[in-house]
């Protein structure tokens, strides 16, 4: 039996005209009326009809979909209540204009990093971060990673398995 590699064209699918028209513009307004959420999506019988690609399809459908979509949620609120964002000037205050063809290749296509101007909303909510991350250091350890699943967070029963190989 040999083994076979399929990858799927996730861009290719994103940027067809024929599912969005002007897909390379930014259009927020393309998924107003669009609730379902990714697991309810990729369960969409019409492909045509699923909103986005990002999780897989088929049966090789990412099973922790359902947590990115809460943490990015959680995330990109956070940042929007925090941050305004805004395009970076150049010397002579020239917003600087992001090539939007601009690619890194490889396995995961991504755009090449660019400035980007951003600037806490208030004073008051620069304090209130940096009192919710003073909390947070305790619960770190000396890489910045969670030493334990914080108390009131999902998979508070979460524990490390026992019996691995290697472990001493």
């Not at 805004?86 to 204009?97: F, H, M, R």
């Not at 003073?134 to 350890?141: A, G, H, I, N, V």
Request: charged share 30%; glycine share 6%.
């Amino acid at each position: 039996m040999q083994a076979l590699l399929l990858i799927q064209r996730n861009r290719a699918v994103h940027m067809d005209p024929k599912r969005h028209r002007n897909p390379r513009v930014f259009d927020p307004s393309r998924y107003m009326s669009d609730f379902a959420t990714s697991s309810e999506s990729t369960q969409n019988a019409d492909a045509s009809q699923r909103d986005h690609f990002s999780f897989g399809a088929g049966r090789r459908v990412c099973q922790g979909m359902h947590l990115v979509d809460r943490s990015m949620f959680q995330v990109i609120a956070r940042l929007m209540w925090a941050f305004e964002f805004s395009k970076a000037v150049d010397d002579d205050g020239k917003e600087i204009e992001v090539d939007q063809n601009d690619w890194v290749g490889g396995f995961l296509v991504q755009a090449r990093p660019f400035p980007l101007r951003i600037k806490p909303r208030s004073e008051k909510r620069v304090q209130v971060l940096r009192e919710k991350w003073k909390e947070c250091l305790p619960m770190l350890d000396e890489d910045m990673q969670w030493k334990e699943v914080p108390e009131g967070m999902p998979y508070t029963s979460y524990a490390a398995a026992s019996g691995l190989k290697g472990e001493q």
